[in-house]
């Protein structure tokens, strides 16, 4: 039994980062159910670049499947330019009852071997982006009477990440922002959660840094379709949770995951291992 997307007809998602990879992906799957997509981010020309993706290619890609779309270029460490965006979006479609925090910085490092610069960005985009963009809907979403605040971000169920120490604690700040979000908003109809592959996603990330092989990954489409089934649980019901993208999906009644595969057989639980000791998953 396949996932049954829902119909997210007239509904709006305000995304960060969705140039390329997850993001983008997440926003054509999200375009596909019907909702209009707020396309943000930092890449506006590719023309000189290696990496192929805009904010605007991936606005064009939603408008091609028939939904409204929006650029809006972002810094998500930047507040003024946080407050501006959503101002922005909420000017161009009245509502906007989604917010997808996908942004993320990402860096592989021991304590000895990571800059105090680089341990800055990544505390600046992955937590402190999380947080702006985050707060910056509150208001909007009480007024409209309730929504989604989505986080791409792990279960937090670790309490060190050896060889890795920055990244692990950016991105399970974004997941302890998330978690406590549901807490101060369960009463306002405004679920707030988050979601983790369990296993490594073919991205410019993983390639770049050499997190394994094809036989190592899978497509972000998996990542984009959990994220649709998280889109159709009542926010009433639902909130307050950190997932992996594979339990959200078997709860819906998905048992081949081969589909999602780039070569034949089921990856490691890599990222699930990046932070729970015992792993995730099947291999």
């Known amino acids: 039994m396949g996932l049954t997307p829902p119909d997210l007809t ?34 506006v020309d590719d023309s000189d670049s290696e990496l192929e993706g805009t904010i ?43 917010v997808i925090n996908n942004a993320s910085a990402i860096q592989l490092a021991s304590v000895e071997d990571l800059p105090a610069n680089r341990f800055d960005l990544l505390t600046e985009v992955n937590v402190r982006g999380t947080y702006l963009i985050s707060r910056a809907f509150i208001p909007h979403l009480r007024e409209i009477g309730g929504g989604h605040v989505l986080t791409n971000a792990p279960p937090v169920s670790v309490d060190r990440s050896p060889g890795q120490a920055a990244y692990a604690w950016s991105k399970m700040g974004m997941t302890f922002v998330t978690l406590s979000l549901a807490g101060e908003l369960e009463d306002d109809g405004i679920a707030a959660n988050a979601f983790w592959p369990v296993t490594a996603i073919e991205t410019r990330a993983t390639r770049y840094f050499g997190m394994g092989t094809e036989d190592d990954w899978r497509s972000p489409e998996i990542v984009a379709d959990a994220v649709l089934e998280l889109l159709d649980r009542d926010p009433a019901d639902f909130t307050g949770q950190a997932v992996y993208d594979e339990d959200v999906l078997r709860e819906a009644g998905v048992s081949d995951f081969s589909e999602y595969n780039l070569t034949e057989g089921d990856p490691a639980p890599t990222s699930a291992r990046m932070f729970e000791a015992d792993g995730h998953g099947s291999e």
């Open 56 to 98: 605007h290619k991936t606005v064009e890609a939603c408008e091609d499947r028939g939904v409204e779309a929006h650029a809006i270029e972002l810094d998500v460490r930047d507040a003024e330019n946080v407050e501006a965006a959503v101002a922005e979006a909420i000017e161009v479609f009245d509502e906007v009852d989604i």
């Open 10 to 43: 007239g509904r709006t998602a305000f995304i960060t980062g969705t140039t390329r990879g997850i993001g983008k992906r997440i926003a054509l799957s999200l375009a596909d159910a019907g909702c209009n997509v707020v396309s943000t981010g930092k890449t």
